[in-house]
């Protein structure tokens, strides 16, 4: 088991009076929220979260989170490295939106948030009504995607598909009512569609999505057909002398 410290929120008034009491609830499930969104900004990180704890103790109001190392590492990295560099930019948005989220908080309410961690008691990030951090501006690149997932909705008076990907979540997708009442019924079953739409280099979210046409998408594992590539890849492969440097060239190339 990963050695165990804590990162530490200490929340505080301008006039140095808060004590645990003075917080709602709601406000401690908030703080709970955004710590664990901080950390597992993706839903890919959430779902191999370890065990966290939680305390809060007075001497002002403090926060601590009890966790692996690793993640305090982590913690305390980004938010030194805030400080450090008194800007946002190098964060991707959901961590952007909790410092904002932080920010105006101490802005609105005249509080002071001390963000450090157990492997170095220094205060790695301060932030109160005067710190000035700000939100670097969304940008969407217009693209062709493929998802695949399970169509659990279609039609409607203004026609579209709803599907359910396991990358981007659940997803609508317009499309004309010629595209949906081609071919078989498709609701429910899993299946590829190839649209156009925008990305967020922000966040990576799908957005103003255009179906193109429906894919072939075979979800069901052939053990057959796996077997039968790797023996005509196989035959290949053998002519390649060195194929360690092979794969180096392949990685240097950006394949």
């Known amino acids: 088991m990963e050695e165990q410290g804590y990162i530490e ?4 008034n301008v006039e140095r009076t808060l004590s645990p009491r ?10 709970i929220s955004d710590i664990e969104l901080f950390l597992f ?8 979260r370890p065990h966290i704890s939680y305390e809060i103790s007075s001497g002002s109001a403090v926060s601590r989170f009890f966790l692996p190392v690793s993640l305090v590492l982590l913690f305390t990295g980004i938010t030194a490295e805030i400080r450090k560099r008194n800007s ?3 964060l991707d948005h959901k961590r952007q939106e909790i410092i904002d989220r932080f920010q105006r908080n101490a802005i609105s ?3 002071r ?6 492997l170095d008691l220094r205060t790695a990030l301060v932030i109160d009504p005067e710190t000035s951090f700000s939100m670097s501006v969304n940008e969407d690149v217009e693209s062709e995607f493929y998802l695949y997932g399970e169509i659990y909705q279609e039609g409607g008076k203004r026609p579209n598909i709803h599907i359910s990907t396991s990358k981007f979540g659940n997803l609508t997708v317009s499309a004309t009512k010629e595209q949906i009442i081609d071919g078989e019924k498709r609701t429910y079953k899993p299946y590829g569609i190839k649209v156009r739409g925008k990305k967020s280099l922000a966040d990576g979210k799908l957005t103003d999505l255009e179906l193109i046409e429906f894919v072939n998408y075979r979800p069901v594992f052939d053990r057959r057909l796996l077997d039968s590539a790797i023996q005509r890849a196989s035959a290949n492969l053998g002519k ?12 240097a190339d950006g394949v």
């Open 9 to 12: 929120i200490r929340l505080d």
């Open 22 to 31: 003075d917080l709602d609830i709601k406000e401690t499930r908030q703080l």
């Open 41 to 48: 900004p993706t839903r890919e990180e959430k779902q191999l």
């Open 88 to 90: 946002l930019d190098f």
């Open 109 to 111: 309410n005249g509080l």
């Open 113 to 118: 948030f001390e963000f450090s961690g157990s």
């Open 240 to 251: 390649i002398a060195d194929l360690d440097q092979w794969i180096d060239e392949l990685r």
